[in-house]
């Protein structure tokens, strides 16, 4: 089965996501395992008006309401990424290049070049929290001795064409080939990956069939990234728990990695999970297969 993935990148009109919005989006449609773009997606999109006018106000003056309701766009942002005021004109809302950047998106898992920001804007306009994985932390593991690891920088390293940087399809492009021939490097040895696993991206559906319950993960999944999996278990109602405790309802295990046992056969949340059992507590310690099954019946 192909591994095919999004790839996502915003161009926004300043850095903070409660002040500012975004005004381009572009998306590719990746097999990760070849690296063939198979989609693509791109929009301008226009921030919210900032100013509105009451026609009935003594004051009001449509020559001048005309002139503030025209978006202009920070000229040091139309420097940077060459987009201008004139090219957002009629593009769609905010809202609704978000939704139309998750259905072109569906269900495969979305990866972004320093993720946080990018989650944080397109995140403003959705019910569900979608988790975006992040390229930046397979650059910094797979090329540890850069100087920095800026897009650029990694790109210019690898020999990847920075033509257009700053630009939506074009980031997206370069974030595609830093995060293929970052795997690459991690092939074989998926233990080494970063699992780029942050527990509160993950909201459990209060609808889902376990809500209410607890479930904790340890050790390599194989048949999905535990990340995959824990959006998974989070649609069905689970909370995913960081460590074993009283509140923890099961304990998903993986293939353990012997070098990170020290000197013991089980991990440590396994063995703490094996003593709250023995002290009265009903924790269900199950495999992989086990997890799968459950949520698929």
Known sequence: MSNIAVIVDLETEGLDSNQHQIIEIGAIKVDLDTGEVLDEFQTFSLPEEYYEYDEDDEEYDEEEARCYDKYVLDIEIQVLTGITSEMLEGAPHNQEAVNAFFEF????????????????????YTEEFRPLRDVLTIARRAFPTLPNHKLVTVADYLNISTEG??????DCLMAKEVLVQGLKIFSG???????DFKIKDFKPNINGI???????FTGVLHTMRRDVAADHASKYGFKIGATVGKNTDYLVVGTQILSSLAGHDKSTKHRTAEQLIESGLDIKIITENDFLEMIKN
């Open 105 to 124: 998106a569906q269900d495969y898992t979305i990866w972004a070049y320093n993720a946080g920001f990018d989650s944080k804007f397109l995140n403003n």
């Open 165 to 170: 940087s700053h630009r939506a399809i074009a």
């Open 189 to 195: 040895h998926p233990e080494l990956l970063p699992h």
């Open 210 to 216: 376990f809500f209410g319950k607890t479930l904790v």
